[in-house]
């Protein structure tokens, strides 16, 4: 599936901010089996005094920008054309749950796709507690490790309710399972914790998915803004598997990968310094078009 | 029983010093005989009657409390610091055993280095197997964004220490790596100062190996990093958490020793990929920071995203090469404490030969069969967390001691260890060495046998790694020599390197063969500069509060009544100053006295230290007096008190505080202050309207009472009092006189003038001086006193626009 994909995110500040510096991680790459990136641009208004593009550890694309100047409104664009790929045929290659101890740790490297960045705990996602134990009661004997990802993240659509105004950016994920609400963000690193906490190795992937569904389909959750789900590590043979908790969908053709990272604060979409004062504000609109879709037309 | 030395063993101060059997001691070897190293300092110890030692040993401490040397634990408050816990008794080591001991830890550094270069390159000790990739991917002091990272200068290691220990064999073995921010050196230098005032004649000696040949090199290897940006060199600098950190006040005095800028987050910005310095001169390039803060905090935009004391883009600065740091982000991996276990094979892996000295015998419980030994043996270990990286000795360290869970949990250790394996290790329970440490006894006193451990310092200069020839020793507080020992706190002393030959003498102040230099000056950083002008507001305006006080209770004292008209007007006086009179020493005067005291901790390195003790005695004594003082004269006597101390903190910083631009802000700031306040004084009591004896009160509150005498000679009137105290320029306490001053301070400031003109500040400065230089008495209406106060407010804010942000 072909997209255009268009993102506006505008900040404006009541006190010129003065020497600021921002970190994005806006872009999707290219990503051999799951997607191809056509092209891709990030524009800034007012322009940046400096600008720099580098790759993280995980692979992701990172901007930085520097304002020297003061800046009372910002905004930045991101269009860009992503080939998603279709996922081959599912058929189930992960381990069973019983053997993925010893399949990670069989997996003696510390590169980029490594399954032990994802097991110890990171800020945002501490395995352990209740989460840990809603997992567990998801498990039957006998489960591959793509089963349980699939079990646990459909109990967790179960309990949870959607809710754009219930968490914030910074609601840890205990608050935001103990009061079952949340938006991806939540999802994501609720699942996250779950999984970690029975030994799976999972991460969180940054994202845009579809905004206009295809005839007679619902609209998926999330697609207003930027989007987030999960991945999990299920043994050698298949790798990474990702999962859309949200939506309880494996996550395929509608979702554009942009980053991948242990949770949020590795992959926040802009993470930005201020010299200044006073709180600022921040609008996102997002519209992710499949080109090849005639609904689209 | 051990033999004795003849001539030692009678001496009741040896005679209690009975090493336990099987600890190796430092003083006596394993027959009992005096170790040749320490003999001539036992002779001339035991040489010393019970008072002289005394005496000796408060000589040390005097120097340690003038020097500012405090115990303190992330408190701001001065009660909490308590006396440095110095031993006077030095560890001594020989020469050749310290040879011996730095080329294993040379060699040992140089394998740390290599680890590091693997770890944050290619990945090939993981993939090789040699060590597990949990402990390194799951490790939260493996800092992702240093992979791929070259660091600049080729190394990741720079300034590093090793706590050490004997063994019962009499072999040294490492306890534990130090290669984040090693704290330390400092006050072994401080411990150093101390202990040759207690022993000068032993001290004098030429075989004792000097510190400061050690601090001198590493401080050209700094710099030698630092490298230049566009022809010119770029600086230095130490990077500190700040004040609220307990290692601070090392941090100002190594910064102070160097001469190099201590900086904190604040006072860096990164430009175009380069580091720099906020100065009042503008940014400047910084080439090198050598820091004393954890790697993750350096950078809350690519590291620990709740830093609040990192600079933003700091992490991109390094990745682009433009800055070196000291040591490079990421190495404090290798203080983990599971590293231990991994070490010595890698060593034999990566050099094909055992270390020269090993490590604490560790094991990482993630592998069965360690796990199983561990557990098996768990009598003679500590068993703690794999990824803490505090010293085995530290307090918490261990979870289990000899078979025991610290908690008293009576639950079984195997299954535990099977249940948490890899995120455990266990460590053998060493036996640790004991030196003498001196115990005060009815009989005057003893030396006993107390367990230690040596830090040692090594830095990187182009001639390989250079120790610190001595060291910061830890003295346990009990006999028990294993290492659980040390646990209990303790006392720390210095070391001595015992040369067999005479040593050559260097000394930093005045190093051979180094080029005279002197530092350009104009590299105040911003930061510092408000702290220096907040200093000089808040110390003048104490000493407006405590004039203001007095006055009130004196006047109180001679019976006028509190609801007479002069004590109203000037109760309300002090009421618009934020000043209670109902408390003899006002909350706001303590909020005053500690903003300053706080202004002046954030600047410790810019400062002498009999200042800073002046100002840390003014503020316990007030608030000592809360308590005491009453009402009337007995407050204004204690008033008087305050003012001597602060008057004399201010004597002690103007006379003695270099012209720089430094004092130039300090100054300013006390000048603007002073203004202020004879401006509102002169307002208030100088109006037609006010009560009798408001004159007579501006007069002393201005401590001009004697001055008016000699140059008036007749009782004041409004002209007197407007003439000497707005427009007299010889009078330090009066308008004109302190504006001239601020003028000749701004026009010596950087850029005071731009293409010959008076810049802003200077404009602003310029006709308030001209209005009371023409001014006569009768001109200056109450009016002109409140616009001097708004030009005052204008002047002050330029002055930070233009230098202070």
Known sequence: MLYDLTLAISYSYPVPSVNSRTVMRLTPSSIEGRQVVRSRMIRAEPAPSEKRDTMDFFGNAMTTAVWTEPVEALRLTLTARVERLAPAQELDLSAPLASLPQEISLAQDIGTQSPHHFIAASRRAKPGGAMTEFARDQLRPGMSTLEAVQAIGHALHGIMRFDPDATTVNTPAEEAFDKRHGVCQDFSHIMITCLRGIGIPAGYVSGFLRTRPPPGKPRLEGADAMHAWVRAWAGAEIGWIEFDPTNDRPAGVDHIIVGYGRDYDDVAPVRGALRGFGAQESRQAVDVVPLDDPAAG | ?805
């Open chain 2, 1 to 805: 029983m051990q033999q004795r030395n003849p001539n030692h063993a009678e001496d009741p101060r040896l005679r209690a010093y009975r090493p336990a059997p099987g600890v190796p001691d430092e003083l006596f070897d394993a027959e009992g005989r005096l170790r040749p190293v320490w003999k001539p300092f036992i002779d001339q110890f035991l040489g010393l009657s019970p008072d002289d030692i005394a005496a000796r040993f408060e000589r040390g401490d005097q120097y340690l409390r003038e020097a500012g040397v405090y115990f303190r634990r992330y408190s701001s408050d001065p009660t909490q610091e308590r006396e440095w816990p110095l031993s006077h008794v030095p560890v001594i080591l020989g020469g050749s055993e310290w040879e011996t001991i730095c080329e294993g830890l040379a060699e040992r550094a140089d394998l740390l280095d290599a680890i590091l270069a693997d770890l944050y390159g290619p990945g090939r000790l993981v993939a090789d197997g040699h060590l597990p990739a949990e402990l390194v991917a799951g490790n939260p002091q493996w800092l992702r964004p240093m992979v791929g990272v070259e660091p600049r200068g080729g190394h990741y290691l720079h300034y590093i220490a090793f706590e050490i220990g004997r063994s019962p064999d009499g072999s040294w073995f490492v306890l534990g790596d130090r290669t984040q921010a090693p704290s330390g050196a400092g006050f072994a230098l401080e411990n150093r100062m101390a202990t040759s005032r207690v022993f000068p004649e032993v001290f004098s000696g030429e075989h004792i190996h000097r510190l400061a040949g050690f601090f001198r090199d590493f401080r050209s290897a700094i710099e030698g990093l630092a490298g230049r940006h566009n022809g010119l060199p770029r600086r230095a600098g130490i990077l500190t958490p700040g004040p609220a950190n307990d290692a601070y006040y090392e941090h100002t005095y190594i910064a102070r020793y160097l001469g190099i800028p201590l900086l904190e987050g604040e006072d860096l910005l990164v430009q175009d990929g380069t580091a720099m310095i906020r100065t009042i001169e503008g940014p400047q390039p910084l080439g090198v920071l050598w820091r004393r803060i954890d790697a993750g905090f350096a950078d809350p935009l690519e590291l620990d995203p709740g830093s609040q004391i990192g600079t933003p883009g700091l992490m991109e600065a390094v990745r682009l090469g433009n800055l070196a740091m000291v040591n490079a982000l990421g190495s404090g991996i290798l203080e983990t404490r599971a590293m231990l276990a991994f070490v010595p094979r890698i060593a034999e892996v990566l050099t094909s030969k055992p270390l020269k000295l090993p490590n604490i015998a560790t094991w990482w419980c993630g592998a069965q069969a360690e796990r199983d030994y561990v557990s098996e043996n768990a009598r003679r270990m500590m068993i703690g967390p794999a990824l803490a990286v505090d010293l085995p000795f530290d307090a918490n360290a261990a979870t289990v001691l000899g078979g025991k869970f610290r908690d008293n949990a009576d639950r079984p250790i195997a299954e535990w260890l099977d249940r948490e394996g890899p995120e455990l290790v266990g460590q053998e329970a060493v036996t640790l060495s004991t030196t003498p440490s001196w115990s005060p006894t009815e009989a005057g006193g003893t030396l006993r046998p107390r367990p230690m451990t040596v830090r040692v310092f090594a830095a990187r200069t182009r001639h390989g790694w250079s120790f610190m020839p001595g060291g910061y020793a830890r003295i346990g507080a009990e006999a028990d020599a294993t290492a659980l020992g040390m646990q209990r706190g303790g006392m720390v002393a210095d070391v001595w390197i015992v040369s067999e030959r005479p040593v050559p003498q260097v000394s930093l102040v005045a190093p051979p063969k180094v080029e005279f230099r002197r530092e350009a000056q104009g590299t105040l950083p911003a930061r510092a500069a408000d702290n220096l002008y907040w200093l000089g507001r808040y110390v003048e305006r104490c000493e407006d509060a405590m004039r203001l006080i007095r006055a009130y209770h004196l006047r109180l004292a001679a019976s006028e009544r509190r609801d007479g008209p002069l004590l109203v007007q000037l109760e309300s006086f002090l009421d618009g100053r934020g000043i209670n009179v109902d408390e003899v020493v006002p909350a706001v005067l303590l909020d005053r006295i500690a903003a300053a005291r706080g202004c002046a901790a954030k600047i410790r390195d810019r400062f002498s230290t009999d200042g800073w003790l002046a100002l840390y005695d003014l503020q316990k004594t007030a608030r000592g007096m809360t308590e005491t003082a009453r009402p009337g004269d007995d407050a204004a006597r204690a008033m008087g008190v305050l003012l001597r101390k602060i008057t004399g903190f201010s004597g002690l910083v103007h006379e003695n505080m270099y012209r720089s631009s430094g004092w130039r802000f300090l100054s300013a700031g006390r000048a603007l202050e002073r203004t202020d306040f004879l401006a509102s004084l002169l307002s208030a009591f100088t109006d037609p309207e006010a009560p009798y004896g408001s004159l007579d009160l501006a007069v002393e509150v201005a401590d001009s009472v004697i001055t008016h005498q000699r140059r008036y000679r007749i009782e004041t009137s409004r002209d007197t009092v407007v003439d000497l105290l707005a427009i007299d320029d010889h009078n330090p306490r009066a308008i004109l006189f302190q504006m001239n001053e601020l003028r000749g301070l701004a026009q010596a400031l950087p850029q005071a003038r731009v293409d010959g003109s008076p810049a802003a500040l200077l404009r602003t400065i310029l006709p308030v001086c001209t209005r009371f230089e023409v001014a006569a008495p009768s001109d200056l209406t109450l009016a002109s006193f409140e616009e001097v106060r708004d030009d005052l407010y204008k002047i002050s804010d330029l002055l930070t626009q233009t230098y202070l942000r």
